[in-house]
């Protein structure tokens, strides 16, 4: 019997892409097209049992410019 719950997977799959966003290499692809770096918003899809059930674009700065 499997006891962990979806939300629990999902932050647990959550949690590794952030660990390990330096060292895996994102795909950006855009319309089927790969596009160069910057070009594009960032997209997330949020999962739920391995379902998608939610997306989003960052459309107003690439996440690595901060104005402080």
Known sequence: MNTVSSKEQSVERARWITEHSETVRVRRVFN???VEQLSMPWTVILYNGGYPICGAFL???????HID
């Open 32 to 34: 089927g097209l790969e």
């Open 59 to 65: 459309i107003s700065r690439p996440p690595n410019m």
